[in-house]
């Protein structure tokens, strides 16, 4: 009998959602690699909603209710909103085999898909031997997909998978083998909103690829958010620390959102400055008299632009001034 | 020793004049508009800088002369903070004053007296005004500046931190200072604002203050916590009786006729304020009845289109050269010292100008012996050979990379044309800056004893012509630029804009900064006529249609009487002293900045500097040692011969555009010399350039 994860939502309206978590097969001849690509929890993750709404999605599509579809979901949103992550702990959730595949502008649909390939045949002489790209070999058995970057990727290379995700819903390789969707595979992407910011190698996804998405935005946390986790990470920090940083944050991320470019920054606080970068700066000079301007000026003001600095600063000096007193840790 | 120093020693008084104000703003004006935003809860919301503040409909409008006073403060802060503290602060109080609500005045605030019948709804002012007289109106505006400050900035515990150290700073000698009510009114302001502590306030309180501090704390307490004004207004009315029991405020005699009772209260009202603006920022609009009912009027003024008034439209003429001014780069010169340069484009309504400019360029170079073709011959495949030389590759921008191959192969197509590393592909660059005062325009004689024309500008545009075309010609960069010193013209002016902005802005400034008005419509301007990255064929019209002004500026004159809002803005050229110096500097960092090998600097004016020799003396230097030439030409003036190492005094315009030909053609051969170029011309031109150009030994 399979075990079982329960998903709670945290605005506390929708009721708990109980699904069954995957099994990989031990039939399956990469058994043993599947298992090691199930993601480990991370116990401090923070749910924002994201992961309820997948899990209610998923809850659908077990039901498989009448007419239905599967759907798949692409997260979009700006850098360091969490949107892999989110993705990571969905799997970790439901024990499934995660395989993140970055999409660029290098990349080629064979990349993708697969391609024959001369190999030696030890007797001198060579040999064509089909080798199958990142999504076959994803395909081929239970997995969760996630095809990051999904707006960075030629159209040409996508249309490749077009036929993967609508109704059809197989891949037909060159070899004349054609690879079903499995009950047991969930495809997921993600991708940066395609506006005049600074993501270069970016584009307008198309239409029709589009089309085959259900997209999600993902926002930046709020201040009550960015604390929570924050806590979470570090249960040790002192609260003045957490409060700060969380501020910070949440200041600089709505200039970052402005509609209005005279008013905005063009470099987010990424939830990798907020729970990585300044906590390893606050460790870094622990002992320093204002521990946290010494993180913000080594750890987060390094990662802007200089036309953006006088705003990070001013927002600095109206949230903060003078960083809280040690000790950081140890509360 | 003192662990931190004051803003008051740390910032010198020019760095706190108006300009640096405005300037430390705009840092911070994209991160006070988008908190302005948030307090409003409106995402439309504009914050602009005016001459007076006032709160419209999504419309905010912040006094820069409301900030400066707060650069006056003996506070450990810094000016960027005060710049960031003062406007949030003033955002604040615009965002959160409304007192118009109108409602039945309580009659709980009749206590003890008679309530008046009618209970009519009146605004609040009204309100407290016939309750409590002009010192309930006093307490409540120090207790409500408080209470918004405590919660409009609450968000931003930093910004409100300066204001508290500001105020801290004022606290002991403001209290020493005032009357036992207005230490009172101090003492509920900052306890309200949570700047200071209970226990600090006693120590400088007198003691009946001291003792009605401690009556009067539940009441601070509860204007924290006052949902809305009306509340704030009632526990004002009781500070005040607290302050009356202690005899902190004068009672009522009961046989007290009408005009004495008005001028008892207006005396405690008075007292109130005199004791709490020793502290708190002012901002009018919750400064007092006269500031919030100012600052309305303005609001009204408006119209309820948005329509503006006279003095509204004068009020931004003032506040946009102020902004300009605020704007405009800091020159530095060798000497340490710094000044603002107006650097704009040139007035483009001089094109209009341009056919008869070039008519009398052909007539002028023909009187005056200037050449206008050929002047390049024997020059130009040396230059042009020079100029490959100075290629870093073989490819330009745009053409397809040698290793277009490789990258196909590679498929990076995008990489298949390469960018050149270097913006300019020239290895010479030449700069000419011109005198641009009225002065330049004044008749001078032609010859000796021989009539006169105005010829100075003329002249002088007629040798920038002649380089242009040569310099063109050469593929040589080349810029020219003017200078005076006047109210600076925009790129956009007609005559008529240009004297319309320059009353409004004058007499807008002169109403808010009173003598700083002069400094800033009297401004140093430099204008790029044809800046080094526009094309000559784009520029030949605007230098025609100055030439046309300079030669026959009566004409020109006329032709901008008849049709003002057509004609350039020949009022521009003021009589006025220029100072050489920043242009120069200016210049010569435009200049150096392009890269070139050999850079040329002529500089052409007709009087001494209005700054200091020594100064222009030791710019000139300074840029000669970065490698530049710089070359003086002074017009009937011999100021050139002080200042600049290579220089030449002309009295005719005819010599006055070959020194500018001849100069400028001498250092290019000079630098094809230094370069082991020894052919006959560069020693024909050595000789040609010792019989015409004196240099001093050294330079």
């Known amino acids: 009998m399979p075990e079982t994860v329960v998903f709670t939502d945290p605005s506390g309206e929708g009721p708990p959602i109980e699904l069954e978590q995957f099994e990989v097969p031990s039939d399956l001849p990469d058994h043993a690699h599947r298992v090691g690509k199930i993601p480990e929890k991370d116990p401090h993750y923070v749910d924002l909603g994201m992961l309820y709404r997948f899990a209610a999605m998923e809850d659908v599509r077990r039901r498989f209710p009448e007419g239905y579809q599967p759907l798949h979901i692409a997260v979009r949103g700006h850098m360091g909103t969490g949107k892999d992550h989110d993705i990571e702990q969905f799997a970790a959730m439901l024990r499934l085999p995660y395989y993140r595949i970055p999409l660029t502008g290098e990349v080629r649909d064979v990349t993708l898909i697969g391609s024959t390939l001369l190999h030696g045949d030890g007797k001198g002489g060579t040999e064509s031997r089909w080798e199958d790209g990142e999504i076959t070999r994803a395909l081929r058995g239970p997995s969760l997909v996630n095809l990051s970057e999904l707006n960075a990727a030629g159209a040409e290379t996508l249309f490749a998978l077009h036929g993967l995700l609508d109704r059809y819903a197989a891949l037909d390789l060159p070899t004349g083998e054609t690879v079903h969707l499995r009950n047991d595979v969930r495809l997921f992407g993600t991708m940066n909103p395609t506006d005049l910011r600074d993501y270069a190698g970016t584009q307008t996804l198309n239409k029709a690829f589009a089309d085959r998405w259900v997209i999600w935005e993902k926002d930046f946390p709020v201040v009550e958010q960015i604390k929570t986790m924050v806590e979470r990470r570090y249960p040790s920090m002192a609260e003045p620390f957490s409060d700060a940083i969380s501020r910070l944050a949440a200041e600089v991320n709505a200039s970052f959102t402005a509609p209005d470019v005279a008013t905005r920054v063009e470099t987010p606080m990424s939830l990798r400055t907020v729970l990585d970068r300044v906590p390893t700066g606050l460790r870094v000079y622990g002992k320093a008299a204002d521990p946290l301007r010494r993180a913000w000026e080594e750890f987060v003001l390094p990662q802007i632009d200089t036309f953006d600095r006088d705003h990070y600063e001013t927002v600095w000096s109206a949230v903060v001034r003078k960083g809280p007193k040690g000790p950081v840790f140890g509360k | ?699």
């Open chain 2, 1 to 699: 020793m003192r662990a931190h120093s004051t803003l008051h020693e740390i910032l010198p008084p020019e760095e706190r004049a108006i300009e640096h104000v405005v300037a430390r703003y705009q840092r911070v004006a994209p991160a006070v508009t988008r908190v302005a935003r948030n307090l409003a809860g409106d995402e439309e919301l504009l914050v602009r800088l005016g001459s007076s503040a006032s709160a419209r409909h999504r419309e905010i409008v912040l006094d820069p002369g409301v900030f400066q006073a707060a650069y006056m403060r003996r506070a450990p802060v810094t000016p960027g903070e005060v710049a960031l503290a003062s406007a949030l602060h003033e955002v604040v109080h615009l965002v959160s004053t409304d007192l118009e609500e109108q409602r039945p005045i309580p009659s709980s605030w009749f206590q003890g007296r008679e309530a008046p019948e009618s209970d009519a709804p009146v605004d609040l002012l009204t309100a407290l005004a016939e309750a409590g007289g002009a010192a309930a109106v006093s307490m409540f505006f120090a207790l409500e500046d408080g209470r918004q400050e405590l919660t409009g900035m609450a968000s931003y515990p930093g910004a409100r931190s300066v204001l508290t150290d500001m105020y801290q700073s004022s606290i002991r000698s403001a209290m020493e200072a005032a009357k036992p009510l207005g230490q009172l009114a101090i003492s509920g302001f900052a306890l309200v604002g949570e700047h200071v502590e209970r226990e600090t306030l006693e120590k400088a309180a007198q003691p009946r203050v001291a003792v009605a501090l401690a009556d009067a704390t539940p009441f601070f307490e509860a204007v924290k916590e006052a949902e809305d004004a009306w509340e704030v207004a009632t526990l004002a009315l009781q500070i005040l009786e607290v302050a009356k029991l202690h005899g902190l405020a004068s009672e009522a005699p009961s046989n007290e006729s009408a005009p004495e009772k008005k001028n008892r209260e207006e005396l405690d009202s008075q007292a109130l304020e005199d004791g709490v603006d020793q502290v708190r920022l002012l901002s009018p609009i919750v400064h007092n009845l006269d500031g919030y009912e100012r600052t309305r009027q303005i609001e009204q003024r408006a119209g309820a289109d948005g329509e503006k008034g006279p003095s509204d439209v004068a009020d931004d003429a003032a506040t946009d050269q102020l902004l300009r001014v605020s704007q405009a780069p800091t020159v530095f010169l060798p000497t340490g010292q710094g000044g603002r340069l107006m650097v704009s484009g040139f007035p483009e309504r001089f094109r209009r100008f341009g056919a008869a400019g070039r008519e009398t360029l052909i007539e002028a170079a023909s009187a005056w012996g200037v050449a206008q073709r050929h002047v390049s011959g024997e020059l130009f495949p040396l230059f042009a050979a020079n100029q490959r030389r100075g290629l870093r590759s073989g490819y330009d921008a745009g053409d397809i990379s040698p290793h277009a191959p490789l990258f196909l192969g590679a498929g990076l197509y995008q990489r298949m044309y390469e960018r050149r590393a270097l913006r300019s592909r020239r290895s010479y660059a030449v700069s000419l800056l011109i005198d641009g005062s009225a002065s330049m325009l004044q008749p001078r004689p032609l010859s000796l004893g021989s009539r006169t024309a105005p010829w100075g500008l003329a002249a002088a545009t007629l040798g920038a012509w002649t380089l242009a075309r040569l310099c063109d010609e050469l593929q040589i960069d080349f810029e020219v630029a003017l200078f005076n010193r006047s109210f600076s013209a925009r790129p956009d002016d007609s005559e008529w804009s240009f004297s319309r902005r320059k009353s409004q802005a004058t007499g807008g400034l002169r109403r808010s900064q009173g003598q700083a008005a002069d400094r800033l419509t009297n401004t140093i301007n430099h204008y790029l006529v044809k800046p080094f990255n526009s094309r000559w064929r784009t520029s030949e019209d605007l230098l025609a249609g100055l030439f046309y002004s300079a030669a026959h500026p009566t004409r020109a004159a006329a032709e901008a009487r008849k049709a003002p809002q057509e004609s350039p803005p020949v009022g521009m050229f003021e009589k006025a002293a220029n100072v050489d110096e920043f242009n120069l500097s200016y210049a010569a960092e435009r200049l150096s900045r392009l890269g070139a090998t050999v850079r040329v600097l002529v500089v052409l004016a007709d009087g001494m500097t209005r700054g200091s020799l020594e100064s222009l003396a030791r710019s000139v230097d300074s840029v000669e040692h970065s490698g530049t030439t710089v070359l003086g030409i002074g017009i009937g003036d011999d100021t050139v011969q002080m200042a600049y190492g290579r220089h030449q005094v002309v009295e005719r315009p005819d010599a006055l555009a070959a020194a500018m030909v001849d100069g400028v053609r001498g250092a290019l051969r000079r630098s094809l010399a230094l370069s082991g170029l020894d052919e006959w011309w560069t020693r024909a031109a050595t000789r040609e350039r010792m019989t015409t150009w004196k240099e001093q030994a050294g330079a």
